[in-house]
C-alpha cells in the first residue's frame, strides 16, 4: 500500500480511538505506531474511571473494529490495568508532553498485547471494580513479561445491567439527627412571623446534606401552630426556562389549587381566592390567572407590564393570606433551579415580606450561578437583620454515628467496618441511609428476631465507591415492570403524575391501572420515591435529585428517546386545550426525542406564549433554540426565518449585547430586502434603528447612514399607520443623534399620537419624552415641559416600567439642562432604579452616566466615580462604544479634581467625537476639558481658552442654547481667574442673558 494512503488510514484510526476515549474523559497521553495509551482519572478525577476505561474499549473495538470504511481490514485489541502512576508534563529541552510512567502503563500494555483481535483484556483488579457492571470470562493466571507471579486475566465480554436481588427495609427510619439547633431557630424566626414581624431565611447545602428533612420537621411545628398555614412553591430542574413556573406554583398553593387541576377548576380556586383581597372582577385576579397561563396580557403590552401587576396580585394575595393566618410559611424549594422571571418577580417582593406575618424560606443549593441566587443574594444585601442564611453542614462523626444507630442496631460490626461506612458518606445524612440500606440490598445483613445482623462476609465488605454506583445498582436490581416504570418516571422528570404514567403505559399496550400502581408502590417501598400529593390526583416525586439523574442514566439512548416521545404525545393527548400552557415541556421532550419538527413548533409556541406574559429571557431562549433548529434546515422559508429573527431580537433587545443583535437583524436584513415587502423591511428597519441608536451610533458611521437612507425612503410607502409612524419615530431619534433637534421633534412628535391610538402606548410616551429633551435640548423648555407631561401620563397608562424609567432619565436631563441639579439627581437616581427592576440595562447604562455629570456638576468627583464604574461595566457588556468613551473623559475630569491631573485622558473621546461627527460630543469633551484645565494648579490658559470658544462655537451651531449658556459661563470665570476681567465680564453678560431668557440657573460650582 501507498506510504500516504497508509498514512491516512492511519490516522483516521487514531481519531476515532480518541473520540471514543475522550467520550468518556480520558486523556490521550500517546500515539505510538499503531497503538494509543489513555489515561482515566488523571488529570480530572471521577469516581467511575475504571468503568469508564471499560466502555472505551469496548467502543473501540465496536466502531472501529467494526468500521467498514476502509479497504483495509482493521483489529482492534485493548488492554486495561489500574494502580498507580505518576502523570504530568515530561520535559526533555524544548520539548515536553503529558504523560503518565510507571508499571501500571507496562502492565496495561502487556494485557493488550494478549488480547485476541475484537477482545478487551482486564487485570484483576478493574475487574473488581467493574464486577457489577459487566460481564466477564476468567481466563485464569497468566505469566506476564517483567512480572515474578502470574496475574489473573479476564476478558471483558460485555458491558450488563446489575440484577442483584433486592428487598423492602421494614421499619427503615430515624429521628432528625443533629440539626436542632437549626430547627429551634427556624421556630424561632416562625415566633417573630406571628408577632407581625416578617422573616426571609435561606436554607442552603448540597445535596442529600438534609435540607428537605429540615423543612419536613419544621411543616410538623407549622400544623401544630394554630391559624398558621403552609404553602409551597417549587422550581424543577426541567423547568428552569419555563416562565413564571416556581411562581405559579406557588399561586397554585396559594389558592390551593395543584398544576395537574383542570383549567377551570384552578380558575374557579384562584378566582375564590384573590376575590375576597382585591373584590369582585378586580383585574388583579385576571393577572394572576395572566401568570398562570390562562389568560392572556395585552398584545400591545411592552416588556415588563405584566411583572409589575403580578407584583401587585401576589403580593396582595400573600398579605392578605397571612393577616388571616399568622403565621404564613412560605417555602420556596430547590430556588436554585428557579425561573429567571421568578427570581425577578421574588427579589422585588422581599422587603414587603417584613411588614406581614410571614415566614419565607428559601431551600437552595450553594449554586451562586443560578438564576435563584439572585434572591438570596439581595436578601441578604437589603434586608439587614430580617434576613438569615443556614448552611447545612455534613453531620459530624457523633451525628453520624447517632444515625447509623438509630437506622439499624448492627451486631458484629467491626470499628473498622463502620468507620469506613462513615467515611464514604462523609457525613452526608442521606447518603449514610443508602449507604446502610446497600448492606441490606446485598444480604450483607439480615433480620434475626428483630434485630438486624451482620454475616461473618461483613468483615470483606466492599463498600461502593460513589452513591452513583449505589443507586444505579438499586434501580438496576428492580424488577423489569418497575424498572421499566420508574425508567419512564425519570423521563417526565423528578415530579410525575400517576395520570400521566397511565397515560403513557396504556397506550399502545395492556398495561392496567392496578399493574401501575403496584409498581409506584414497590418503588414507593425500596424508599426511590414518594407520594407528594393526593388531590386531586396521585402524584409522586424521587426521593432525591440524584435518584432521578442516576435514573434517566441508566436508559438506552435509543429508548430515551422513544420515552420522550411517549410522554410528549401522552401530554398532548391528555390536554389538547392547553397546548401553549405545556409548550415549554413538549418542547424540551420533543428535543430530547430528537424529533426536529415538533421542537420546533412547541419553541416557537413557548415562545409566543412568553412574550404575551413579557418573560423576555425565557422568550429569548426559545427562539434562540429554535433559530439553530431553522437554520439547519434547508426547507426554511424565508419568512418564518425573518419572524423569528425579530422575535428573538425583541427579546432580547434590554440584556444581550447590542452587537450580537445586530449580526442577528443583519443577517436576515438581506432577506427581508429580498422579499421587497414594505412592512418586513421596516419591521427590519426600525429594530435595527432602535438598536443601533442604543448603542450611540451616529450618522457619520457607513452601517448606520445607509440604513437611516433607505428607512426614509422607505417609510411613505409604509401602509400600516402605527409602523410607519414607528419608523418615522426611531428616524427622528436618529435626526436628534446627529444634533439636528428641531426636525427631530416634527417626526417624533408626529409619531406620537398614530402609536397612542394604535394601542402602542409605552412607544407613544417614550417618543413624547425624546421630543421634550429634543426641546430642552433648544431652550424651548414651555414645549418640553408639555411634552414631559404627556409622556408621563403615557408612561403610566403603559404600565410599562422601562418606558417610566426612561421619563424619569428624562425629566432628569431637562432638570440638567435647566440648572436644577438636585432635582435631576432624584429623577435620574429613580429612574435607575426602575431600569434595574425591569432589567433594562441600556437605560441603567445611560442612567448612571447622567448621575456622574450631574454630581461632577454639583462638585462631588468621588460619587461620579462610582457611577462612572458603574458605567463602564455596563457599558463593555452592551459594546457601547460611544458612551463609554465620552465617560473616559468624564473619568479623567473627576480624577482631576482630586488632585490626578492627565489632560490626554481627553483625546481619545474627542477624537471619537470628531470622527463621528457629533457636534454635540466634541464640544461636550472640549468643554469638559476646558473646566478641568482651568481647575488645576498651573492652567494652559491658551489650550483651555481654545476649547472654551470651539465648545461655544459648536454648541451655536446646532442651537444648543442652554449648553451654550454654560459654556460661556465657565469660560468668563475662566477668563476672571486669569485675570481679563474685561473679557470675563462680556462673556458673563452674555450668559446670564440667555440664562435670564431660558429662565434657567447657572452652576453654582466655580471652575
Known amino acids: 500500500m501507498d506510504p500516504e494512503d497508509w498514512a491516512d488510514i492511519v490516522g483516521e484510526t487514531m481519531a476515532e480511538m480518541a473520540g471514543c476515549i475522550e467520550r468518556y474523559d480520558g486523556t490521550v497521553v500517546q500515539f505510538a505506531g499503531d497503538a494509543v495509551l489513555a489515561i482515566f482519572g488523571a488529570p480530572v478525577a471521577h469516581e467511575d474511571d475504571p468503568y469508564r476505561a471499560v466502555r472505551a474499549g469496548l467502543d473501540i473495538i465496536e466502531t472501529v473494529g467494526g468500521s467498514n470504511t476502509s479497504s483495509v481490514e482493521i483489529e482492534i485489541r485493548a488492554g486495561i490495568h489500574t494502580g498507580l502512576v505518576i502523570v504530568g508534563d515530561i520535559s526533555a529541552g524544548d520539548l515536553s508532553t503529558y504523560t503518565a510512567l510507571g508499571d501500571t502503563t507496562n502492565v496495561a500494555a502487556r494485557m493488550q498485547a494478549m488480547a485476541e483481535p475484537g477482545r478487551l483484556l482486564v487485570s484483576a483488579d478493574p475487574d473488581r471494580l467493574v464486577a457489577n457492571d459487566v460481564t466477564a470470562r476468567d481466563l485464569g493466571p497468566v505469566e506476564v513479561k517483567g512480572k515474578s507471579e502470574p496475574i489473573a486475566v479476564y476478558e471483558i465480554t460485555t458491558v450488563r445491567d446489575l440484577a442483584t436481588r433486592r428487598r423492602g427495609i421494614p421499619g427503615f427510619q430515624s429521628p432528625m439527627v443533629g440539626r436542632d ?76 389549587a395543584s398544576a395537574s387541576d383542570d383549567p377551570e377548576i384552578i380558575r374557579k380556586a384562584v378566582t375564590e381566592a384573590a376575590q375576597p383581597v382585591f373584590g369582585i372582577d378586580s383585574p388583579s385576579t385576571g393577572h394572576l390567572l395572566q401568570l398562570l397561563g390562562l389568560e392572556d396580557g395585552h398584545p400591545d403590552d411592552e416588556p415588563g407590564v405584566l411583572h409589575a401587576y403580578y407584583d401587585t396580585a401576589l403580593a396582595g394575595l400573600i398579605s392578605a393570606t397571612a393577616a388571616e393566618h399568622a403565621p404564613l410559611f412560605v417555602i420556596l424549594e430547590d430556588v436554585h433551579w428557579a425561573d429567571p422571571s421568578s427570581t425577578e418577580l421574588l427579589s422585588a417582593m422581599l422587603e414587603r415580606i417584613q411588614q406581614s406575618a410571614v415566614l419565607l424560606v428559601i431551600v437552595s443549593r450553594p449554586d451562586r450561578q443560578s438564576h435563584g441566587w439572585d434572591v438570596i443574594a439581595r436578601a441578604d444585601r437589603e434586608l439587614g437583620e430580617s434576613f438569615t442564611e443556614t448552611r447545612l453542614r455534613p453531620l459530624d462523626d457523633g451525628d453520624s454515628r447517632e444515625l447509623v444507630a438509630n437506622l439499624l442496631e448492627i451486631e458484629a460490626l467491626s470499628d473498622d467496618l463502620r468507620q469506613q461506612i462513615l467515611g464514604r458518606a462523609e457525613g452526608n445524612p442521606f447518603f449514610i441511609e443508602e449507604v446502610v440500606r446497600m448492606l441490606v440490598d446485598r444480604d450483607l445483613i439480615e433480620e434475626s428476631d428483630g434485630r438486624w445482623v451482620a454475616k461473618s462476609e461483613l468483615t470483606s465488605l466492599d463498600v461502593p465507591e460513589t452513591l452513583h454506583g449505589l443507586l444505579a445498582s438499586r434501580i438496576d436490581g428492580l424488577p423489569a415492570d418497575v424498572r421499566r416504570t420508574a425508567m419512564l418516571a425519570a423521563v417526565i422528570g423528578r415530579r410525575f403524575e400517576k395520570s400521566l404514567l397511565i397515560s403513557v403505559l396504556r397506550h399502545g399496550s395492556e398495561d392496567d391501572e392496578a399493574s401501575i400502581s403496584a409498581d409506584l408502590n414497590v418503588l414507593e417501598a425500596q424508599g426511590l420515591t414518594k407520594l407528594v400529593a393526593t388531590r386531586p390526583e396521585l402524584a409522586f416525586t424521587f426521593r432525591h435529585a440524584l435518584i432521578h439523574d442516576v435514573t434517566y442514566a441508566s436508559i438506552l439512548k435509543k429508548d430515551r428517546r422513544r420515552l420522550h416521545t411517549e410522554v410528549a404525545d401522552a401530554i398532548a393527548r391528555m390536554y389538547p386545550d392547553r397546548l401553549e400552557e405545556h409548550a415549554a415541556t413538549l418542547s424540551r421532550h420533543y428535543e430530547e426525542a430528537g424529533d426536529r419538527d415538533q421542537t420546533l413548533r412547541y419553541l416557537l409556541l413557548a415562545g409566543q406564549a412568553a412574550l404575551s406574559r413579557h418573560a423576555m429571557r425565557e422568550g429569548h431562549d426559545f427562539y434562540t433554540r429554535a433559530s439553530a433548529l431553522l437554520d439547519a434546515d434547508p426547507q426554511t422559508t424565508v419568512e418564518t426565518k425573518i419572524d423569528v429573527a425579530l422575535a428573538r431580537a425583541t427579546a432580547g433587545i434590554n440584556f444581550t449585547p447590542g452587537d450580537q443583535t445586530i449580526a442577528l437583524l443583519e443577517d436576515v436584513r438581506g432577506d427581508a430586502e429580498a422579499l421587497g415587502d414594505a412592512e418586513v423591511i421596516a419591521r427590519v428597519y426600525a429594530l435595527l434603528l432602535r438598536i443601533r441608536t442604543m448603542m450611540e451610533e451616529s450618522y457619520a458611521d457607513r452601517h448606520y447612514r445607509d440604513l437611516m437612507d433607505r428607512a426614509f425612503a422607505l417609510a411613505p410607502t409604509v401602509q400600516t399607520p402605527e409602523l410607519r ?15 439636528d433637534y428641531a426636525a427631530s421633534v416634527d417626526l417624533i412628535g408626529g409619531s406620537v399620537v398614530p402609536l397612542e391610538e394604535a394601542g402602542r402606548v409605552g412607544e407613544a410616551g417614550l417618543n413624547a419624552a425624546y421630543a421634550a429633551d429634543a426641546e430642552a435640548s433648544r431652550g424651548r423648555f414651555d414645549e418640553a415641559d408639555r411634552w414631559i407631561k404627556r409622556a408621563t401620563v403615557l408612561g403610566e397608562e403603559s404600565g410599562n416600567p422601562s418606558v417610566i424609567a426612561d421619563v424619569n432619565l428624562f425629566k432628569g436631563r431637562i432638570a440638567a439642562a435647566q440648572g436644577e441639579l438636585e432635582a435631576a439627581l432624584e429623577h435620574t437616581r429613580l429612574g435607575i432604579e426602575m431600569a434595574a427592576g ?41 459594546n457601547a462604544v460611544a458612551i463609554v468613551k465620552l465617560g473616559e473623559a468624564w473619568l479623567t475630569s473627576a480624577k482631576a479634581n482630586l488632585g490626578d491631573l492627565d489632560p490626554e485622558g481627553f483625546s481619545g473621546p474627542l477624537a471619537m467625537a470628531q470622527a463621528g461627527g457629533s457636534r454635540s460630543g466634541e464640544a461636550a469633551v472640549r468643554l469638559q476639558r476646558a473646566i478641568t484645565i482651568s481647575a488645576s494648579p498651573v492652567p494652559d490658559w491658551p489650550s483651555a481658552f481654545d476649547d472654551y470658544q470651539r465648545s461655544i462655537a459648536l454648541f451655536e451651531s446646532i442651537d444648543a442654547r442652554p449648553d451654550q449658556a454654560r459654556a460661556l459661563h465657565a469660560y468668563a470665570n475662566a477668563l476672571d481667574a486669569a485675570g481679563r476681567d474685561e473679557e470675563s465680564r462680556l462673556q458673563l453678560d452674555a450668559a446670564m442673558a440667555m440664562f435670564d431668557e431660558m429662565g434657567i440657573r447657572p452652576d453654582m460650582v466655580p471652575a
Not at 420537621?217 to 398558621?228: F, N, V
Open 838 to 878: 425591569a432589567s433594562n440595562i441600556q437605560c441603567e447604562l445611560v442612567g448612571n452616566f447622567m448621575v456622574a455629570d450631574q454630581q461632577l456638576r454639583l462638585g462631588e468627583p468621588a460619587s461620579a466615580i462610582s457611577h462612572l464604574e458603574r458605567t463602564f461595566e455596563l457599558g463593555e457588556f452592551c
Open 725 to 739: 409612524a414607528y419608523l418615522e419615530g426611531m428616524m427622528g431619534q436618529v435626526l436628534r443623534s446627529r444634533d
Open 181 to 256: 439547633l437549626e430547627l429551634a431557630r427556624l421556630v424561632e424566626l416562625a415566633d417573630y412571623a406571628a408577632a407581625g414581624s416578617g422573616r426571609v431565611t435561606a436554607i442552603v447545602g448540597d445535596p442529600g446534606v438534609g435540607k428537605s428533612r429540615l423543612i419536613a420537621e419544621l411543616q410538623e411545628h407549622a400544623e401544630a401552630t394554630d391559624h398558621a398555614r403552609w404553602v409551597v412553591g417549587r422550581s424543577a430542574s426541567y423547568d428552569q426556562h419555563r416562565p413564571y413556573h416556581l411562581v405559579a406554583s406557588l399561586v397554585l398553593s396559594l389558592a390551593g
